[in-house]
């Protein structure tokens, strides 16, 4: 169930992000996601958004979680801070990219 929840969401974010393109403007990077065993990226250029499955080789930022950790704060029963914190949220690389990810997930 939370693996098909988070498919859903994916599938579902590249057009979320096209209706807000202000949100993107001046952002040029590519985050890669690990929520469980699936592996997402999404790819920002001049305002657009890609979002796609599978690996990239080098991702600016790459956020690893649970699947029932990534819905939880997708929903706000998990706080992003409180989730690194406690190990369920990891991040490599550019942690201000890492930053501004709440204000892009909750377009």
Do not use: H, W
């Not at 096209?18 to 040029?28: F, I, S």
């Not at 499955?53 to 950790?69: F, H, L, Q, Y």
């Amino acid at each position: 169930m939370a693996e098909t929840a988070v498919t859903e969401f994916f599938e579902s974010l590249q057009g979320r992000l096209a209706q807000n393109p202000t949100k993107l403007a001046g952002m040029t990077c590519v985050y890669q996601f690990r929520v469980g065993d699936a592996i997402y990226i999404v790819a920002l250029t001049d305002g657009k958004a890609t979002v796609t499955k599978g690996e990239t080789p080098s991702p600016n930022c790459t956020i690893t979680m649970a699947e029932t950790d990534f819905l939880a704060l997708l929903s706000g029963k998990l706080n992003g801070q409180m989730a690194f914190m406690t190990g369920k949220l990891k991040i490599a690389g550019d942690f201000a990219l890492a930053l501004k990810l709440e204000t892009l997930l909750k377009a």
